[in-house]
């Protein structure tokens, strides 16, 4: 039971679990955890908060805009 999965299987699990969420299809989280192969804590922590590892609003690389979004 490893402590980190690769994003390939996060991203199946969420979705999967997004497909059969949104398409009212009756299953059992544990069913879904096992398929994937991934232990039922770390599952939890995958769907409710590894939706989105990107903050694209405070983004800080590259170079700064000449001219600012209020000058505009």
Known sequence: MPAYYP?????????????????YI?????????????????SWVILYNGFDRR???IETRG?????ILADL
Do not use: M, Q, W
């Open 55 to 57: 903050h694209l609003a």
């Open 7 to 23: 994003t390939l299987v996060k991203a199946r699990l969420l979705g999967a679990y997004s497909f059969l969420e949104d398409h």
């Open 63 to 67: 170079r700064k805009p000449i001219i």
């Open 26 to 42: 009756p299953y059992f989280k544990s069913e879904l955890f096992t398929h994937f192969g991934v232990c039922k804590n770390r």
